[in-house]
């Protein structure tokens, strides 16, 4: 059996290779407590009488941004809700983060080298297709067939969320494994939303908005680091896609694959511009003495410190600096939001035995069975075929946990769901209710599994790579 890479090898050592992990690990392991407090909140505002009314018709509120008769929240000439405002208008936001985590992934993470990145989108691709299996299984010949996609996902706040209650027991290779599968997992939500979820295509307004996409690509190529010109075309792509049949968080991925990952300004030429203006203040040796009291700068130090600024601005890329500027908006208002706006379910008067029949029963057993099956499986098999290294500091037991911990689908399966089963009537919400608590019972006992198998599995002491992780 292969042996699994150690730190050093390659000629990198591991602060290079999991360069694009920490900050994607300490981006999503906080914003999971959030995740869980709105889903936990929106389940108890559902189940009290006395606002559940005003809960469930909050959402019903139409969603205006006018301008005389052009509304920018409308879909076929009717303003959207606030429920359609979240989910196809903030959610995009989401996406576009998405898209951005992607292409930074393929440039510099760990989808950019096939050795490191092969374990995980194999057990990605396994993990997306045993579930459908399972899914369909339970759904043959039934009206709810049509949501196989719902325990395809994996949500890497919640599972992240679950691992950082493990501490440094954790070798740093199982959260990059499952970060990284996470990730393959949002890619193949993105292809089954743009391939499945699009309605009557209207061309015209579809051609428009690839052109605008075309005039985006040329603006990355030609390394525009205006954010606004990404941020503003992008917002017009989102609307002809809404209106165009094809679901608009696709314009969020695509828009984010036109921002440029390199900088204006090369780092060296940025630190020698910093030292050259620092080395103004020290030569001002008449002045030291003054300068321990001074509030107001002079004006050869402003200056300095003004081009100090603005090549700030071109050394970090468009791509980092919009993934670091909305991460705290995505992970703490848009995706609690999300939650707190679709995860509440009226249970009352719901038999508890149907929470293990049907559509909720397709829903668990392919999120708790379908995930674990297909990651561990498909991985085991690429270990044993010597195609990909067992992750470091990692046992068999290790990554089977983990791979238990893949079947919580939280976000995006909740948004499949709605997509799948979204209609005005009785039936499809008796469904989309159903699917629901199957997303909450499948992920809550996926993380409640995983998490109780990884602490009798890690040992006791710190894993020998988290050492790496916190430099």
Not at 337 to 365: K, R, W
């Amino acid at each position: 059996m292969s042996q699994p890479l150690q730190p050093g090898e390659n000629g990198a050592g591991f602060p290079n290779i999991f360069y694009a992990a920490r900050a994607t690990l300490r981006r999503h392991a906080t914003g999971g407590n959030i995740l869980i407090a709105a889903t936990v909140l929106a389940l108890v505002v559902a189940n009290v009488p006395s606002i559940k009314d005003y809960y469930f018709n909050f959402w019903t509120q139409p969603v205006r941004l006018q301008l005389g008769d052009f509304n920018l929240f409308s879909h076929a000439g009717h303003p959207m809700d606030l429920l359609a405002f979240i989910n196809d208008a903030l959610m995009a936001v989401f996406f576009f983060t998405i898209g951005l985590e992607i292409k930074r992934e393929i440039l510099v993470g760990e989808l950019s080298s096939f050795r490191q990145a092969l374990l995980p989108i194999v057990g990605a691709i396994g993990g997306m297709i045993v579930p459908v299996l399972i899914y369909f299984a339970f759904s043959a010949g039934t009206d709810y067939t049509g949501g196989a996609a719902i325990p395809m996902a994996t949500d890497i706040a919640f599972s992240l969320g679950v691992l950082a209650m493990l501490g440094k027991r954790v070798p740093l290779s199982l959260k990059v494994f499952l970060t990284t599968l996470a990730v393959v997992d949002d890619i193949g939500g993105i292809i089954v939303i743009a391939a499945f979820y699009s309605t009557h295509i209207e061309v015209s307004l579809l051609v428009i908005a690839f052109i605008l996409l075309a005039v985006l690509a040329l603006g990355g190529a030609m390394m525009i680091q205006n954010k606004a010109f990404y941020l503003l075309l992008g917002g017009v792509v989102w609307f002809l896609f809404l209106n165009s049949g094809i679901h608009p968080t696709i314009a969020g991925v695509l828009v984010a694959f036109t921002v440029p990952v390199k900088p204006v300004m090369e780092p060296r030429r940025y630190i020698k511009m910093i030292q050259k203006a620092m080395s103004h203040f020290r030569n001002e040796t008449e002045e030291e003495a003054t300068l321990a009291t001074r509030t107001i700068l002079t004006k050869d130090q402003l200056n300095w410190l003004k081009q100090v600024e603005h090549a700030s601005d071109k050394v970090i890329s468009p791509l980092q600096d919009l993934e670091d500027t909305l991460h705290g908006l995505v992970n703490y208002f848009i995706i609690p939001l999300f939650a707190f706006a679709n995860a509440g379910i009226y249970l009352l008067d719901t038999d508890p035995s149907t929470a293990f029949e049907g559509i909720s029963l397709a829903v668990i057993c392919g999120l708790v069975l379908g995930k674990f099956i297909g990651i561990f499986s498909f991985s085991w098999l690429t270990i044993k075929l010597k195609a990909a290294p067992m992750p470091a500091h990692s046992t068999w037991a290790m990554l089977a946990s983990v791979a238990m911990l893949g079947g919580i689908g939280f976000t995006v399966s909740l948004f499949i769901a709605t997509l799948s089963f979204g209609g005005a009537n009785a039936h499809m919400a008796y469904l989309l209710d159903h699917a629901k608590l199957g997303i909450v019972i499948g992920s809550l006992l996926s993380g409640i599994i995983g998490f109780i198998w990884l602490h009798f599995t890690l040992p006791k002491t710190p894993a020998p790579d988290t050492q790496d992780f916190d430099k």
